[in-house]
Nanobody, 124 residues
Framework: QVQLVESGGGLVQVGGSLRLSCAASGRTFSMYDVGWFRQAPGKEREFVAA????????YYARSVKGRFTISRDNAKNTVYLQMNSLKPEDTAVYYC?????????????????WGQGTQVTVSS
């Protein structure tokens, strides 16, 4: 069993930066694939970024590539999402997710464990 707790959300101006954190419980978390998703009001949840535990391959949505960076610190059982050059369309609740051996990294249905979410609001 894995529990995930996000933090780091908030209100930021266009062009600003935020770093989201996702703290995980569980001794084997370092062996889990991890992802970030987001959901804006009235929209479906969408993939943002993901990282495999084995080999460290990373995946990004086209809309955030070059602006967002996913990373993990296995010693701290924490996953990060560094968000730069934020835009109003990045406004959403951001969720981290984890699962052992994810089949499709970009699909939310592939993940077993989810955090409660953290709000990110980008003002223009």
């Amino acid at each position: 069993q894995v529990q995930l707790v996000e933090s780091g959300g908030g209100l930021v101006q266009v062009g600003g930066s935020l770093r989201l954190s996702c703290a995980a419980s569980g001794r084997t978390f370092s062996m889990y694939d991890v992802g970030w998703f987001r959901q804006a009001p009235g929209k479906e949840r969408e993939f943002v970024a993901a990282k495999r535990w084995s080999g460290g391959s990373t995946y990004y949505a086209r809309s955030v590539k070059g602006r967002f960076t996913i990373s993990r610190d296995n010693a701290k059982n924490t996953v990060y999402l560094q968000m730069n050059s934020l835009k109003p369309e990045d406004t959403a609740v951001y969720y981290c997710a984890a699962s052992f051996s994810v089949a499709t990294m970009t699909s939310d249905g592939s993940y077993d464990y989810w955090g409660q979410g953290t709000q990110v609001t980008v003002s223009s």
